[in-house]
């Protein structure tokens, strides 16, 4: 069926780089066989899903929406691919992305956009467009996205469904393509809470393969899918609702947060003071992680290379003047400024000291409220091509979502209402460090 529906919308949408149409049938059927035999079928066996096509599967193309990786089929799988696997689900393909996730709608793809199910002129959002607009339109039940700044809640929002960017470090990233390795994080998107619930309890948890997941119990977040937030005090930081913020986003999510309170959360005003440099610092950090991270695109080691190069340093520089996108040549020059000597101090060690400020407003809010809420982004999804032209403005789309990544808080996007044109708006949850259950238990209450 979900093929089916491929066929019927995927030349709409696109949310797809790769379907691997003959792989998930026979999956599909053998799962069918198990059981008319009468065998038991793990949890997730045989619900098709969808991955972002920046985590790792072996044998199965993983380009980044990258031409630089247009041709690379990694010969492992990921720790949440593998973790999946275990449970068999039916694995539909690989979802669209911001090349390399370097952006926010799903148009740096040098492949082609994904247009927003609910309105093709429009954005899916990004990184993870490709997960969500996927999600949306019914062509996956389930997807993995993935979050550096916003990639998995911003999308979610645009396109109506629900995504979670767990704590840094609840959920292992072996296998996912490093864009910012300090923030980036893998994530469920998915219809609903329960199915957000589901995936996670099978994705999160401490792998060797990766020194940075956190090596603590993981909870049966289902038991989490109650309907109580009786006594949860809940912050509303009023840097957030501040002009340019679109209205209708305001309005939904205040009322989203009154619904909450009659049914007995205690809501109270909070301030997180250093919410404006959130975005300078980000977009330090990001980049310089992202200018570390891409050196190894050299035309030697991975993907594709150069012709005609008279020496080696002229097939590298012609091998990424070629295949690396707009965006993201800008962010390795960002990211190499900020980092060379003379600069180092005044801009990436600053962004650190920064970084520290913004997690400290979290930890005394902390002290104080159980969740923090707030809109997953400042507007709607926009038209295709509004803003492409001009990244600055692209960067400030992110003031809701980058925050809680300086701080490697987890953070989900549950819908709570539409605009006047019946576009989605998410409603933020943020909480503390590991603490994703109480997450699951507002979004629930809420959905
Ligand atoms: N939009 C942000 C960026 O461009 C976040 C992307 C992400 O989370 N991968 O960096």
């Known amino acids: 069926a979900v093929l089916a529906r491929i066929d019927e919308v995927e030349g709409d949408v696109q949310a797809y780089l790769t379907v691997t149409r003959d792989e998930a049938l026979a999956q599909a059927k053998a ?123 911003q999308p979610a929002s645009f396109c109506g469904v629900v995504g979670m960017k767990p704590t840094y470090g609840r959920v292992s990233r072996y296998g996912l393509v490093a864009y910012a390795s300090s923030l980036d994080q893998i994530g469920p998107i998915t219809k609903d809470v329960t199915d957000c619930a589901n995936i996670l309890n099978i994705i999160a948890g401490r792998d060797e393969m990766d020194s940075t997941s956190i090596d603590s119990v993981v909870p049966d977040y289902t038991k989490s899918l109650v309907q109580d937030v009786k006594g949860l005090k809940i912050g509303l930081p009023k840097e957030y609702f501040v002009k340019g913020m679109d209205p209708e986003v305001e309005g939904a999510v205040k009322a989203a947060v009154k619904q909450l309170e009659a049914l007995g959360a205690e809501v109270v005003e909070i301030s997180l003071p250093n919410t404006d440099y959130a975005i300078s610092t980000y977009y330090l950090i990001a980049p310089a992680e992202a200018a570390t991270n891409l050196a190894r695109y050299d035309g030697v080691s991975y993907g594709e290379r150069a012709e005609d190069a008279a020496d080696l340093v002229e097939m590298m520089t012609k091998t990424r003047s070629q295949y690396l996108g707009e965006e993201v040549k800008r962010r390795i020059m960002i990211g190499n400024y900020a980092l060379s000597a003379g600069y180092y101090d005044a801009y990436y060690l600053k962004a650190l000291k920064v970084r520290r400020l913004v997690k400290e407003d979290y930890d005394k809010a902390f002290k104080e409220v ?53 576009m989605p708006i998410g409603m933020q949850i943020i909480g503390k460090a590991l603490d994703e259950e109480t997450l699951i238990r507002v979004a629930y209450t809420y959905e």
Not at 375 to 394: R, T
Request: charged share 20%; hydrophobic share 40%.
């Open 31 to 153: 799962v069918d066989e198990k059981i008319a035999r009468g065998e038991e079928i793990a949890f997730l066996e045989g619900i098709p899903g969808a991955i972002k096509d920046n985590i790792c599967t072996k044998g199965v193309k993983t380009t980044c929406a990258s031409r630089i990786l247009q041709k690379f089929v990694p010969p492992y799988d990921a720790t949440v691919v593998q973790k999946l696997a275990a449970q068999n689900p039916v694995v539909l393909g690989k979802t669209n992305l911001d090349e390399f996730a370097m952006g926010g709608s799903t148009e740096n793809s040098a492949f082609h956009p994904t247009h927003n199910p609910w309105n093709t002129d429009c954005v899916p959002g990004g990184s993870s467009g490709g997960s969500a607009a996927a999600v949306a339109a019914g062509t996956a039940v389930w997807a993995l996205g993935s979050d550096t700044g916003g990639s998995i809640r």
């Open 370 to 422: 159980d969740v923090i809420i707030c809109p997953a982004a400042p507007s709607v999804a926009y038209k295709i091509g509004e803003k492409i032209d001009n990244p600055l403005e692209m960067y400030l789309q992110d003031a809701c979502t980058v925050p809680l990544n300086l701080a490697g808080l987890p953070g989900i996007s549950v819908p709570c209402g539409y605009n006047k044109d019946k």
